[in-house]
């Protein structure tokens, strides 16, 4: 397998443009994550997602951010509209069952910048 | 609010054995303890993972004591690229959250 897949490496955008950032999980895995970080916040954990249902958005920001997992081999994170602030790191991670015993895969990583 | 604690920083000089604590503050039962380490511009990868007593695969040793407030990861003769953040995440049984603090940047010296 691959690993998990992030798409893209890179994004720059305006301010107040729509960003979706692409995560494919290993196959086989039913736990995905997507963290957030910067040099201030550290690693942030925005969303969980089990068997592609979201199960804890608290670390979500705002309503500006919005996550999807419509089958097990694919998830979006969207920023609409993005703003500087959210500039930072995204990384997508998944596991095959509960963190506790197994553990987690990180993709490389998309660096968000808004300008 | 369960969290883990551990240094923000430490060096050392290659060839020396690298020992990173983190307290465990309300850790649970059926929880386990994992590190994890990340080099500059890639995700974290895991490094080891124990519940009790002492646990060792080809990178690192983990010490946990019969309490569990606390975990030792063991670095044996770090070199140069050993250089890195490594975590302790807290990570949540009931929830499945795992949260990362801060980490400690370990900086090997030559």
């Known amino acids: 397998d691959a690993g998990v897949i992030q798409s893209p490496r890179h994004e720059v955008t305006e301010m107040g443009q729509e960003v979706t950032l692409r995560c494919k999980p290993i196959?086989?895995?039913?736990?995905l994550f997507w963290y957030r970080q910067t040099m201030m916040r550290g690693l942030e954990l925005l969303i969980y997602?089990?068997?592609?249902?979201?199960?804890?958005d608290s670390g979500m920001p705002e309503d500006r951010f919005s996550a999807k997992m419509p089958n097990a081999s694919f998830s979006t994170l969207k920023i609409q509209p993005s703003e500087p602030r959210d500039s930072a790191v995204y990384f997508c991670?998944?596991?095959?069952?509960?963190?506790?015993?197994?553990?987690?895969?990180f993709g490389q990583g998309t660096r968000l910048t808004v300008v | 609010l369960a969290k883990t604690t551990q240094p923000i920083s430490m060096d050392s000089y290659e060839g020396q054995e690298v020992n990173i604590t983190c307290s465990h503050n309300?850790?649970?039962?059926?929880?386990?303890i994992t590190w994890y380490q990340q080099f500059p511009s890639q995700g974290p990868r895991f490094i080891i993972q124990g519940y009790k007593t002492k646990v060792t695969n080809e990178v690192a040793s983990l010490f946990i004591p019969a309490d569990r407030k606390s975990s030792t990861l063991s670095l044996p003769r770090v070199s140069l690229s050993d250089t890195a953040v490594y975590y302790c995440?807290?990570?949540?049984?009931?929830?499945?959250?795992?949260?990362f603090g801060q980490g400690t940047t370990l900086q090997v010296k030559p």
């Open positions: 991670a998944s596991s095959s069952g509960t963190l506790m015993n197994t553990e987690a895969f």
């Open positions: 309300n850790i649970a039962t059926n929880d386990y």
């Open positions: 196959s086989g895995h039913n736990s």
């Open positions: 997602f089990n068997n592609n249902v979201p199960i804890d």
């Open positions: 995440p807290h990570g949540s049984s009931n929830t499945g959250k795992l949260i």
